[in-house]
């Protein structure tokens, strides 16, 4: 299993092995699931009480559908682990942030001082997510 | 016009941080050039042939003089004193060095500018309509809405790896000036029925190798909801635009292979769920952008009357300015189409210039025009022959708004490294063939693309050229019949390619039937769409008729 | 004959390899044979260069030719702005890619 490299959550990680989004549904036991990105994170919801770990697949980082599936899925109320895995690099992780995922296990190693530097450097941002951070627009009119 | 808040500043500055960050990373051999290159790509840096180039942004065509001179400065500094106005209403130089990059976005940063996505599988610089805020036919400024835009597809977390590039334009008039329906969104503000204000979203238009017109997939969305109906448009796209393969990976094809009805259902239900999410900036928030936008101190109850009697000023008058909302005042577009000239590009001083006389004549403010001109937007009608003097004696005073000769061209081959022929040697001897009967050809849109990606747009001009590569020669296909305004229709490809000479001498051929079938005051286009491509397919390709 | 090019990492000037370095002139470039892809990809690791590639060229009076119109104009600069090409004195300069 590849390792957890940055974690922002304060639980015990979850050690279940990741099934897939099909057979999840069946695998009424398994409480970790992986989302590939043709998935639909939709066919989660209904299971979301059971689910602890959602892994989210990069297998290239161009592929943008990751973001989404976090988005739908904290939308919808999810809280438990949301991990980046697969081809994920520092200049994605303040993306990945904002769209719900609060751990990281990239395939390749992270330089964790560059890491820590793209997730710090934008102080503002101009859009509303769940991640609770407050749109520019309304600080403008709080 | 708008002027950046201390969080707006906060942000272009946290990006020439981060900018300078990634390049040093890259040098330092952190990072790969396959990782690095969707980042500068992210910040308008591409390698084209003979270097880097460097794309700024100039959000809606709108720029104050001070944005304008710096970009001359720019040109200088660190580049070879000129830049290049594009399609997009961006200008782009050249001969970027990697390390001048972070530099470059510090310079444009003091004054309220960046190269924030450019380039890359993002949402583009949001473009406008030139005359907005000028003219008496918009419903209102649509500039408001695209600040909006700009604003909330900055560093969208959800939406910076899209399938494919993602192109939005906002108008707010019937007489489309932006192309609106060939932008992957197109929103035109409208007033309903009921006179309220709402924004009609028209998805999944295009050029490029598939070119589409953009369908209406909602007609009036409320004002204040115009961000969460962007995103559930972006977001179905996101989970569901093909990936597979990269010419398949628009909107365009998403919206065509699902259907406009489906499209449109998941956009719905997508945007029902988004409103629970309480995503959509507050209106006051889109009054205190449109506050920026007010109209400047128009003088009242002067002259509207115009000295006619110099007929080189005349003729610029008729063919380079537009009636004003404000009486005694004029719309000004400066051409930056000289004959012979490259479309398009202008010298760090000719930059400067311009930003002097707007600041002299037309309120600190210009606008880039998708048609590759620059437009002082407020020139009182009186100080029309003054500043026409100052533009001519500097190489800007061209009278040929509209006419065959201020061509449309991508920057081809000469540069692009994505381009399979030369753009600009073809639209040099064309407009050189015709200066001397543009006036007697009228309007004639002419659009010059030197591949199959069509920045030059020439699937939608009156006449439309594409470049191809034919056996490692350049040959040229021609194309009748394009539009991109509120009439907008696509080109049909006369036939068989020309060389470079061979396709000046075919446009020759088709204005003459032209000029040989007008009726009345057609347009070329009118004249075309009226008696079809018969007769220029005829006149075109027939053989040279032998005689002694 | 077979050259290789590519890119400047720091400033993005055009390149050729010229047997043991790289040059900013076609005239220089060297023959690589089926050396080609190993040199690139060592000068690409070191970081000497960008984007590198091999292109097919003949050896001419003038100097080594490539043999598409694109890596000619490469090699010379902009044929509208022969002013900013690397032959801004010779007017007919722009022949030559064609």
């Given at each position: 299993?590849?390792?957890?490299?940055?974690?922002?959550?304060?639980?015990?990680?979850?050690?279940?092995?990741?099934?897939?989004?099909?057979?999840?549904?069946?695998?009424?036991?398994?409480?970790?699931?992986?989302?590939?990105?043709?998935?639909?994170?939709?066919?989660?919801?209904?299971?979301?009480?059971?689910?602890?770990?959602?892994?989210?697949?990069?297998?290239?980082?161009?592929?943008?559908?990751?973001?989404?599936?976090?988005?739908?899925?904290?939308?919808?109320?999810?809280?438990?682990?949301?991990?980046?895995?697969?081809?994920?690099?520092?200049d994605q992780l303040a993306y990945l942030r904002r769209c719900g995922f609060d751990s990281f296990a990239p395939e390749r190693e992270l330089n964790l001082a560059d890491a820590e530097a793209a997730l710090a450097r934008y102080a503002e941002v101009y859009q509303p997510t769940t991640d609770g951070r407050t749109p520019i627009w309304a600080k403008r009119h709080g | 016009m708008y002027q950046y808040d201390t969080y707006d500043q906060a942000m272009v500055d946290a990006r020439v941080a981060d900018f300078r960050d990634q390049v040093r990373r890259r040098l330092d051999g952190s990072m790969s050039e396959e990782q690095f290159r969707p980042l500068r790509l992210m910040n308008g840096l591409y390698l084209q042939l003979h270097a880097y180039m460097l794309r700024v942004a100039v959000p809606y065509g709108t720029l104050s003089g001070a944005q304008m001179h710096m970009l001359g400065d720019i040109?200088?500094?660190?580049?070879?004193?000129?830049?290049?106005?594009?399609?997009?209403?961006?200008?782009?130089?050249?001969?970027?060095?990697?390390?001048?990059?972070?530099?470059?976005?510090?310079?444009?940063?003091?004054?309220?500018?960046?190269?924030?996505?450019?380039?890359?599988?993002?949402?583009?610089?949001?473009?406008?309509?030139?005359?907005?805020?000028?003219?008496?036919?918009?419903?209102?400024?649509?500039?408001?809405?695209?600040?909006?835009?700009?604003?909330?597809?900055?560093?969208?977390?959800?939406?910076?790896?899209?399938?494919?590039?993602?192109?939005?334009?906002?108008?707010?008039?019937?007489?489309?000036?932006?192309?609106?329906?060939?932008?992957?969104?197109?929103?035109?503000?409208?007033?309903?029925?009921?006179?309220?204000?709402?924004?009609?979203?028209?998805?999944?238009?295009?050029?490029?190798?598939?070119?589409?017109?953009?369908?209406?997939?909602?007609?009036?969305?409320?004002?204040?909801?115009?961000?969460?109906?962007?995103?559930?448009?972006?977001?179905?796209?996101?989970?569901?635009?093909?990936?597979?393969?990269?010419?398949?990976?628009?909107?365009?094809?998403?919206?065509?292979?699902?259907?406009?009805?489906?499209?449109?259902?998941?956009?719905?239900?997508?945007?029902?769920?988004?409103?629970?999410?309480?995503?959509?900036?507050?209106?006051?928030?889109?009054?205190?952008?449109?506050?920026?936008?007010?109209?400047?101190?128009?003088?009242?109850?002067?002259?509207?009357?115009?000295?006619?009697?110099?007929?080189?000023?005349?003729?610029?008058?008729?063919?380079?300015?537009?009636?004003?909302?404000?009486?005694?005042?004029?719309?000004?577009?400066?051409?930056?189409?000289?004959?012979?000239?490259?479309?398009?590009?202008?010298?760090?001083?000719?930059?400067?210039?311009?930003?002097?006389?707007?600041?002299?004549?037309?309120?600190?403010?210009?606008?880039?025009?998708?048609?590759?001109?620059?437009?002082?937007?407020?020139?009182?009608?009186?100080?029309?022959?003054?500043?026409?003097?100052?533009?001519?004696?500097?190489?800007?005073?061209?009278?040929?708004?509209?006419?065959?000769?201020?061509?449309?061209?991508?920057?081809?081959?000469?540069?692009?490294?994505?381009?399979?022929?030369?753009?600009?040697?073809?639209?040099?001897?064309?407009?050189?063939?015709?200066?001397?009967?543009?006036?007697?050809?009228?309007?004639?849109?002419?659009?010059?693309?030197?591949?199959?990606?069509?920045?030059?747009?020439?699937?939608?001009?009156?006449?439309?050229?594409?470049?191809?590569?034919?056996?490692?020669?350049?040959?040229?296909?021609?194309?009748?019949?394009?539009?991109?305004?509120?009439?907008?229709?696509?080109?049909?490809?006369?036939?068989?390619?020309?060389?470079?000479?061979?396709?000046?001498?075919?446009?020759?051929?088709?204005?003459?039937?032209?000029?040989?079938?007008?009726?009345?005051?057609?347009?070329?286009?009118?004249?075309?769409?009226?008696?079809?491509?018969?007769?220029?397919?005829?006149?075109?390709?027939?053989?040279?008729?032998?005689?002694? | 004959?077979?050259?290789?090019?590519?890119?400047?990492?720091?400033?993005?000037?055009?390149?050729?390899?010229?047997?043991?370095?790289?040059?900013?002139?076609?005239?220089?470039?060297?023959?690589?044979?089926?050396?080609?892809?190993?040199?690139?990809?060592?000068?690409?690791?070191?970081?000497?260069?960008?984007?590198?590639?091999?292109?097919?060229?003949?050896?001419?009076?003038?100097?080594?030719?490539?043999?598409?119109?694109?890596?000619?104009?490469?090699?010379?600069?902009?044929?509208?702005?022969?002013?900013?090409?690397?032959?801004?004195?010779?007017?007919?300069?722009?022949?030559?890619?064609?």
């Amino acid at each position: 299993m590849v390792e957890t490299q940055l974690r922002f959550r304060t639980d015990e990680p979850v050690g279940d092995p990741a099934v897939t989004v099909d057979s999840f549904g069946e695998q009424t036991n398994a409480a970790a699931v992986r989302v590939e990105p043709g998935d639909d994170a939709r066919d989660l919801i209904p299971h979301l009480d059971r689910i602890k770990l959602v892994e989210v697949n990069f297998p290239v980082f161009g592929d943008g559908r990751g973001y989404s599936a976090a988005r739908i899925l904290r939308e919808a109320g999810y809280t438990g682990e949301l991990r980046a895995v697969g081809d994920v690099l520092v200049d994605q992780l303040a993306y990945l942030r904002r769209c719900g995922f609060d751990s990281f296990a990239p395939e390749r190693e992270l330089n964790l001082a560059d890491a820590e530097a793209a997730l710090a450097r934008y102080a503002e941002v101009y859009q509303p997510t769940t991640d609770g951070r407050t749109p520019i627009w309304a600080k403008r009119h709080g | 016009m708008y002027q950046y808040d201390t969080y707006d500043q906060a942000m272009v500055d946290a990006r020439v941080a981060d900018f300078r960050d990634q390049v040093r990373r890259r040098l330092d051999g952190s990072m790969s050039e396959e990782q690095f290159r969707p980042l500068r790509l992210m910040n308008g840096l591409y390698l084209q042939l003979h270097a880097y180039m460097l794309r700024v942004a100039v959000p809606y065509g709108t720029l104050s003089g001070a944005q304008m001179h710096m970009l001359g400065d720019i040109a200088d500094k660190y580049d070879r004193g000129y830049g290049h106005f594009t399609t997009r209403q961006n200008i782009q130089y050249n001969w970027i060095k990697l390390e001048d990059a972070g530099d470059i976005l510090a310079d444009l940063a003091t004054v309220e500018m960046h190269a924030i996505q450019t380039s890359g599988n993002c949402i583009r610089n949001t473009t406008s309509d030139q005359y907005a805020g000028a003219i008496a036919d918009e419903v209102v400024d649509p500039r408001p809405y695209a600040e909006l835009i700009r604003q909330w597809s900055t560093f969208h977390p959800e939406f910076s790896f899209l399938p494919r590039k993602f192109k939005m334009a906002v108008i707010a008039s019937d007489t489309d000036r932006a192309a609106m329906r060939l932008h992957d969104i197109g929103i035109q503000i409208v007033r309903n029925a009921a006179g309220e204000l709402g924004a009609a979203f028209y998805v999944g238009g295009g050029m490029g190798r598939t070119p589409m017109i953009a369908p209406l997939i909602n007609a009036c969305v409320p004002l204040d909801q115009i961000i969460p109906y962007s995103e559930a448009c972006l977001r179905v796209y996101n989970r569901h635009g093909r990936r597979d393969n990269k010419y398949k990976a628009r909107i365009k094809i998403l919206v065509h292979e699902l259907g406009k009805d489906e499209y449109t259902r998941q956009v719905e239900a997508e945007f029902a769920h988004l409103l629970t999410q309480n995503i959509e900036p507050p209106l006051a928030e889109l009054e205190r952008i449109k506050l920026q936008f007010a109209d400047p101190a128009f003088e009242g109850g002067i002259s509207d009357t115009l000295d006619r009697s110099d007929p080189d000023f005349a003729l610029w008058v008729d063919n380079n300015t537009h009636v004003h909302k404000q009486p005694g005042y004029r719309v000004v577009t400066i051409s930056l189409k000289p004959v012979g000239g490259i479309p398009g590009d202008a010298s760090a001083d000719q930059m400067r210039l311009m930003a002097k006389l707007a600041k002299d004549y037309s309120f600190d403010e210009l606008r880039v025009t998708h048609a590759q001109n620059i437009v002082l937007p407020h020139v009182q009608k009186a100080e029309l022959y003054t500043l026409w003097q100052q533009l001519d004696a500097a190489g800007l005073g061209s009278a040929n708004l509209d006419k065959i000769g201020d061509i449309i061209a991508c920057p081809g081959l000469d540069y692009c490294s994505l381009a399979n022929a030369r753009s600009i040697p073809v639209a040099q001897k064309i407009s050189e063939r015709f200066a001397a009967r543009e006036q007697q050809i009228g309007e004639l849109k002419l659009k010059i693309s030197g591949c199959i990606n069509a920045c030059g747009h020439h699937h939608a001009g009156h006449i439309g050229i594409l470049g191809v590569d034919r056996k490692g020669v350049e040959n040229y296909q021609l194309l009748l019949g394009g539009s991109e305004g509120a009439d907008t229709s696509l080109g049909t490809i006369t036939g068989p390619g020309f060389d470079e000479d061979g396709i000046v001498d075919a446009i020759d051929k088709a204005t003459d039937v032209y000029l040989a079938n007008k009726s009345g005051e057609e347009r070329f286009l009118d004249t075309y769409r009226r008696i079809g491509m018969a007769p220029f397919k005829d006149a075109i390709y027939a053989k040279e008729p032998v005689n002694g | 004959m077979k050259i290789l090019t590519g890119n400047d990492l720091k400033s993005g000037a055009v390149t050729w390899w010229d047997g043991a370095d790289w040059s900013l002139h076609i005239e220089q470039a060297a023959d690589v044979g089926e050396r080609g892809e190993e040199i690139a990809a060592r000068e690409n690791a070191a970081r000497r260069v960008l984007a590198p590639y091999v292109i097919d060229g003949a050896q001419t009076p003038d100097g080594p030719r490539p043999a598409h119109i694109k890596d000619r104009i490469r090699a010379l600069g902009p044929t509208v702005r022969l002013d900013l090409s690397l032959k801004p004195a010779d007017p007919a300069a722009g022949n030559w890619v064609i």
